[in-house]
Structures are given as C-alpha cells and as structure tokens.
DNA sequence: ATACTGTTTAACAATTTTGTTAAACATCAA
DNA sequence: TTGATGTTTAACAAAATTGTTAAACAGTAT
C-alpha cells in the first residue's frame, strides 16, 4: 500500500534522525534503529539497500534541510543585525532539535574524508560571501570591530553551536537540568549578539516567533 | 627488561592517541592501533586488558595534562587580560595537537552518559569561578559588557575549540591547505581576544612563547 | 648451560553486526 | 476466489572485531 510504504520508511528516517542527531548514538546499529521504530531489522536493507546508504540518504535530507532554513535569512535583504539576530535564533533553535547533527558530521568526515565534497557540494556560495558586504559597511561606519567575514562567520557559527555539541558536558559541570540547559541556551541567544556587537539584541528580535514571521 | 616495556607501552598510547585524538577515528579498532603502532594486536590487551580500558587510561591521562595546563592559567595572579590570552592561547596551541579530544569526549559520553562523572569528576572547582571576581570586577570598571561568568567561559571554549573540531569542513569550505589552516587558527587567537573584549590583542602577548614565559 | 622472568606472537574462540533470502502476510484487482 | 504486487518477518550466512591462550622468544641471574 503505497501510503504505509511512505510511512514506515518515513518513520525510520525519523526515528534513525532521533538516534544519530538527537542522541548522539553515532555508531547506533541497524539492530538499534529498527528497535527504535518497532520494525524488523531487514526492512532497513528493504527501503535503503544498506547501512551506508541510509545514512547518507539521512545526511543528505537533513542537511539540505538545515542549510535552506539558514540560507534564507543570509540572503534576505533585512538590516544587517536583523539579519544576524536571526541567524543566530535559526541556529540554536535548530541545534536545540538536533544538537548532534555537527558532531555527526565532524565524525563521519574524520572517518571518511572523501565524503566531505558531498556535504559541501551544495553550497556554491560560501556564508561568508553572504555577508561580506553588508559587514564591510558596519566595519565602515565604525560599528563593529575590523574583522574578516571568515572569521566573523566562524565566530558566529562556534558561539552558536558549540554549546550545543558539549552539552552534556557543560550540563554536568554546571549541575543543570534539561529545563535549565534549554533555558541557558536559550539566554545565549542574546549573550551571542552582545558578544558579536558589544551591543544589546533588540528586544523586538529576541523572541524566535517573531523574528521567524519577519522573513 | 623493564625500559622495552615502558616504551611498548608508551608507543601504543601514543599511537592510540594520535588516531583517536588527532586523526578523529573514534572508533579505531585495536588492529588498527597497533598496525599503527607496529605491534601485535594482543599486547593491547596484555598492556590494557581491553578496548575499553585503554581508552579510559588514555583519556584520563590526556584529559589531565590538557586541564593541568589550562587551570594553571586561570589560577595564576596574572591581569585579566593577559590571563585570558595565555588562555586562548593555550587552548588553541592545545587543539593544534590534538584537534579531536573534545569530539571524543562528546561522542564518548553520549554513548555512554554515565562516564560524564570520571571526565568531570577531577573538577572540584568550576572554571568559570576561577575568574568570577575579575570579570565582575571588569565589568564595573566598564571595561567589558555584562556578562555572566559561565557564558563568558562558554564563549571562550566555543570561540577556542569550535574551529579545530569542525577542522575538516571549514578547510573544504574555504578550501585551505593544512598549512593555511594553521596560519587561520593562529590569527584567530588575536580575533578570538577582539570579539571577547572589543580591544586588540597586546602585542607582547601575541606570541605564544613569550606567553608560556610570563607563567 | 640452565632455569626464570617478562614480552611477543600466532592461532583460536566467542560475539557482534551486517547483509541476504525464502517464506508469510496483506491488499487489491480481475 | 484467485492471482499479482508489494511489505514484513524469521532464519541464515558472512564478515569483522574483541578477547584468550599456549607457545616462542629474549634477556638475566644462578
């Protein structure tokens, strides 16, 4: 039946995302996966041919996915720190949902250096391209401190992200519960562009519901 | 003969690590580390007993020395600032050698969540205490924007470490050879003091040796 | 020389994991 | 009902990986 068939192959993309990004579990089995989405193992073989092949399926979807969302707001035409702000809101929103999906790919690309070409292959324009004016003009008008696009996106992407890959880490340093840490992160939001622009985040653009409804 | 064993056994950490910490292959296999080493797989388990207790040696040791080095800068009586680039710098200087140590221990303990406690254990004293007094005391002199002690030290450890965990794709990126990454990384130690206090790097602390001098 | 110690090796066993296959099952159309 | 199609399952085979063991080896002291 040709809705169930989307359905169960659609639930073990879920739910092989859930394990990889989510959790963290890397080197999660097929047996783990199945297990997961309640289905038997050789159905993995079924819709994907092999273990390999679902992963990079799986990479694949979720990082087109996550490059459009974040792509978008670099390439509107909002006010430089508009825009920032709301790179900022897209990443840790999107890292809150799949706070390994860096990570994974860090790993997969150690392992397999070959691979990297595919995962970069989309983006013809590098971020910092994006950006690369619109910063000239701030850096002109003495906004902001001189800094190369590279470094400024670099910057941006490692304060944003970076507590997400450690986050199991930092939460038991810091004692904090699941409610604490997205709290934590969540105030980041507003840490990250005081630290970029040694300057408040405008309290119109700190809520994520808002400056999604801007673009 | 007591030399030949320190050596074997030294070899074969040292080897471990270069793969699992240097090149990334978090899950390098036992053959592969002593292939690396040029040893017979079994002395692995003669020297470890297993896979799995030669990582946690490894780590710990790895751990120890990375964290010896880096708290010894936070304790010391040095100003603020030059505190804080001997810090950066370190950190990065750290990374350079060992560019995955901080992948590791994410993958590690998202696996296996309950070993967080051995990595955390030897922290009695949070690092962001080390340096409560003298941020806040910066921040009332004006000096730097508010902010909390533990985000502050999150933006360090992001700013520090994001760029050498995700290595291999910023280099695709940009398409930078290893030596242009090095050169990257270094600059960034200057960029890295700017974006945490909108100020130039002193000159005089911009060299890594000279700052390992004034310790 | 010989016996003793600790080191290294090759061969083996056990386990885990992936991938295949044939049969069972469900749905739908003729 | 029967047959065709696509889905799901259990059972099997193959490969990879860890851990063990007995024997070979090297050096040292007696």
């Known amino acids: 039946m040709r809705t169930e068939e989307a359905l169960t192959e659609k ?31 050789a159905l993995i073989h079924y819709y994907f041919r092999s273990r390999e092949q679902m992963l990079e399926t799986l990479l694949d979807e979720t990082l087109l996915e996550k490059k459009e969302k974040v792509r978008s707001i670099l390439v509107s035409n909002l006010p430089f720190r508009e825009k920032i702000a709301c790179y900022i809101n897209a990443l840790v929103d999107y ?4 706070p390994y999906l860096d990570n994974f790919i860090i790993s997969e690309t150690a ?23 619109q910063l000239a003009e701030e850096i002109a008008n003495g906004k902001i401190a001189n800094i190369s696009p590279e470094h400024f996106m670099v910057n941006l992407s490692a304060l944003c992200n970076y507590p997400l890959l450690a986050k199991s880490v930092l939460q038991t340093i810091h004692g904090m519960t699941d409610v604490a840490y997205r709290k934590f992160l ?4 507003r840490v990250i562009f005081r630290t970029i622009f040694n300057e408040e985040m405008p309290q119109h653009l700190a809520n994520t519901e808002l400056t999604k409804n801007r673009l």
Chains 1, 2 share one sequence.
């Open 11 to 41: 639930l073990i993309k879920e739910k092989a995302r859930i394990l990889f990004f989510q959790k963290g579990l890397l080197d999660a089995t097929t047996q783990e996966i199945a297990d997961e989405a309640g289905v038997n193992r």
């Open 95 to 98: 890292g809150l949902a799949y």
């Open 111 to 133: 392992r397999h250096p070959e691979k990297i070409r595919i995962f970069c292959s989309r983006d013809r324009i590098k971020s910092s391209d994006l950006i690369r004016e």
């Open 186 to 189: 969540n105030e980041r939001k």
